[in-house]
Nanobody
Framework: QVQLVESGGGLVQPGGSLSVSCAAS????????MGWYRQAPGKQRELVAS???????NYVDSVKGRFTISRDNAKKTVYLQMNSLKPEDTALYYC??????????????WGQGTQVTVSS
């Protein structure tokens, strides 16, 4: 059974940093492109960053230069380091395996997510 467990969210001031993690199980983690997604209130869920099995990364323009995605295949965990956070980064953050190499969609059911709130 596939499980995706996100953790590490919290409240941070604008300009601050936060790191979130996602522990995966129930599938062959190492072969999949993994993605971090977020959903703000009243908005659709969007792909924020993705990382291929070989370590190639891709980011949405709004987070380029501020967020870094990484993975540890031995631990079956994907990370998102978020720096220079802005109020508009406030959202529920989720991870998922991608449907394909280019992360055109998500593969599995969603976990519970982890809340990131950027506010003074």
């Amino acid at each position: 059974q596939v499980q995706l467990v996100e953790s590490g969210g919290g409240l941070v001031q604008p300009g601050g940093s936060l790191s979130v993690s996602c522990a995966a199980s129930g599938f062959i983690f190492s072969v999949h492109t993994m993605g971090w997604y977020r959903q703000a209130p009243g908005k659709q869920r969007e792909l924020v960053a993705s990382i291929t099995s070989g370590g190639s990364t891709n980011y949405v323009d709004s987070v380029k230069g501020r967020f870094t995605i990484s993975r540890d295949n031995a631990k079956k965990t994907v990370y998102l380091q978020m720096n220079s956070l802005k109020p508009e980064d406030t959202a529920l953050y989720y991870c998922n395996a991608c449907r394909d190499y280019y992360c055109s969609g998500s593969r599995f059911s969603w976990g519970q997510g982890t809340q990131v709130t950027v506010s003074s």
